[in-house]
């Protein structure tokens, strides 16, 4: 592909998911990449590991029309902002999860979406696994009839996967911190994609074990999508990494077992699961698939990726779950407001 038909992008934010985006959409051969963060050092880094220019101001390098898409991975709070002003200058956006740590400034941004008929979708990661989407596409025929409930378990030693977490945003909730926005959201936000969203929540958690913050690690959640009933529950200090995601429908159920990259069916009158196994891939296979879905939507194609209003309705569960844990009461996520 010639440097001319290749998509500009620009990363904003080249920390630990910065740099994974800014390799994957080099590595797809369809994009030129420049690099933007607010620590020289880091910029330095991008510069010589991938030969890519670097800024350090976003607002200036969205203003000066070099550019047709931003990557926007900063931390939570600064991903409505950049959005939207990337977006009122023409530029397209795939903003990383959680969308926003507050509704402010939402609505607006799906409006600068609509007036610039530019292109948008969140980084909900998930989308891309191909476990999940070969059950989802399965789900979809609906051949063990009506979900009534579905059932998340998950837990991961975060001490060790994400080295460095304790100095990061993750320490914080108004940073976008803390289980519930940073992982659960992830595992919200893809049952949601195959159920629908989520009305009312009713939360618990708390900070049981995880060395060098405060903020919870641990969440229990019901939750009502509709008239199915879920429950979600993840800790972030198990050394196992581990996901468990069930359907019960009318007929059967359908689980994944995430981290054995399987999905299986156990259906009325069966006697054991029927498992469907799905080869490995590499660490960076989910995000290079984003990286093509996103150049696709660009392109014209159907998006796959989380859009902007799915990514609304996710924060809200957030939002709510935060909320409830607060209260000790359900909490519906109608009733958030800005
Ligand atoms: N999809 C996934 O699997 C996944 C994984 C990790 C993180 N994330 C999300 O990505 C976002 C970033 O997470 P991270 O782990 O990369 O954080 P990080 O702290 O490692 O990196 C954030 C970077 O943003 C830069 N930054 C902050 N403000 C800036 C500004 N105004 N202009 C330019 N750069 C700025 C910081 O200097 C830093 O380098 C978070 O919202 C997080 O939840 C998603």
Not at 43 to 51: H, I, K, P, W
Not at 81 to 101: C, D, M, T, W, Y
Request: aromatic share 8%; glycine share 8%.
């Amino acid at each position: 592909m010639s440097v001319a038909s290749k998509k500009s992008i620009l990363v904003v934010g080249c920390g630990s998911i910065g740099e994974r985006h800014l390799r994957c959409f080099l590595q797809t051969k369809r994009a030129t990449v420049t690099a933007c963060d607010t620590n020289p050092a880091l910029l330095q880094r991008m510069a010589a590991t991938y030969q890519v220019p670097t800024v350090s101001d976003w607002a200036v390098a969205l203003a000066s029309g070099a550019f047709q898409a931003a990557i926007v991975c900063t931390p939570a709070p600064f991903h409505v902002p950049i959005g939207q002003r990337a977006l009122e200058a023409g530029v397209h956006v795939l903003i990383e999860k959680p969308l926003s740590n507050s509704l402010a400034g939402v609505a607006e941004l799906l409006r600068a979406r609509d007036r610039s008929r530019g292109q948008a979708a969140v980084g909900y990661t998930l989308h891309g696994y191909p476990v999940l989407v070969a059950a989802k596409t399965w789900l979809a025929r609906a051949e063990l009839g009506r979900i009534r409930q579905v059932v998340v378990t998950g837990g991961q030693p975060f001490h060790l996967l994400r080295p460095g977490y304790a100095q990061s945003y993750y320490r914080d909730r108004k940073s976008g911190g803390g289980a519930i926005q940073d992982a659960l959201t992830h595992s919200v936000n893809w049952v949601e994609s195959v159920v629908g969203p989520a009305d009312s929540v009713l939360c618990d958690c708390a900070h049981q074990l995880l060395p060098g913050v405060e903020v919870e690690d641990t969440v229990h959640v019901s939750a009502r999508h509709g008239d199915i009933l879920a429950n979600y529950t993840l800790n972030q200090f198990q050394p196992a990494n581990e996901t468990t995601i069930q359907f019960n429908a009318e007929r059967g159920s359908v689980k994944i077992e995430f981290h054995r990259r399987r999905w299986g069916v156990f259906a009325e009158g069966a006697t054991d699961w029927t498992w469907h196994e799905i080869p490995a891939m590499e660490r960076d296979g989910p995000f290079l698939t984003q990286a093509h879905a996103f150049l696709d939507q660009l392109e014209g194609r159907p998006s796959t990726l989380c859009s902007l209003e799915a990514g609304a309705q996710t924060l809200r569960f957030n939002l709510a779950a935060l909320a409830s844990a607060q209260s000790g009461t359900r909490v519906h996520c109608r009733d958030l407001h800005e």
